[in-house]
């Protein structure tokens, strides 16, 4: 009986050391690395979100770095189309590939499969949007406690991406969004095994701060700059170049201190500069606009 090739997962907070293990790994079984990082996909953004540098990408073959641009629609379901065509292909030449997460659901779509949902009308998805822009996530969390309770008491409470996920199903087919949530994953025709990396807390926000501080070093707000992200994600500071003028605005920072903020998420990778954001009231900026520091949340 053929063995099954075998898929290594390589899992683990931000800053951990993921990347170089990865590529120690994959020469070590002369394979290739698998990126499961949902924001690497993007050829717009590489300081703000981490990606391999050149030396590290000469290292190793990497696919799904940088390949996409943000202006493309590109969903979870996508990822797990391509990179089970992808896997079929490299299997066929190495019966071990690493794939190093990076973004968990990513990984799980790969390795457990995705649950099917049905199509959900936009307009739906506009009015929660709405609603959660004039009303706050509380509402929102309350319309799902009555909705679903059942995915109430295992969603992340302060994700309103997946609350509003959850709450346009509910709506869209009168029905909880968990009865559609599988209890089975899809069967695989690789194994998997998963290293995760850990450390002590301090070690990893020790790094975290340092990396930030190599990010804005390196040219992260420039980056956001350059680049129009789409703007719409998360918790939002804006970065006033004359934070003076505002002071009184709250949500307004300097860049000083949008670098702390950055520090103080729980993943700076996920912390993306983001498209322009006009002086309020059509005020003169003088050539600068505001930039938008969003933490964003895997849909």
Known sequence: MQRKPLLICIVGPTAIGKTSLSIKVAN?????????????????????????????????KHHFIQDKSIHEPYTVGDFETATIKKLNELFKKNSKVVMVGGSGLYVDAVVKGLDEFPLVQLSIRDSLNIDFQEKGIEYLQNKLKEKDPKYYDMVDLNNHHRI?????????????????????????????????????????????????????????????????????????????????KFSGIPGRADFSTAQEYVKRTDNPDNCVMLMNWPYPNGEENNGWDLQAIKYVNPK
């Open 164 to 244: 509003i996920r959850a709450l346009e199903v509910c709506e869209s087919q009168n029905k909880p969004y968990s009865s559609f949530l599988k209890s089975e994953c899809k069967s695989r025709e690789f194994k998997t095994i998963y290293i995760g990396l850990e450390a002590d807390r301090e070690v990893i926000y020790d790094r975290i701060n340092k990396r930030v501080d190599q990010m804005v070093s390196d040219g992260l707000f420039e980056e956001a700059l350059e680049e129009k992200y789409n703007s719409a994600f998360g918790d939002t500071i804006l970065i006033d170049p004359n934070p003076s």
């Open 28 to 60: 070590h079984f002369s394979s290739e690395i698998i990126s499961a990082d949902s924001r690497q996909f993007y050829k717009e953004m590489t300081i703000g979100t981490a990606v391999p540098s050149k030396e590290e990408l000469k290292l190793a």
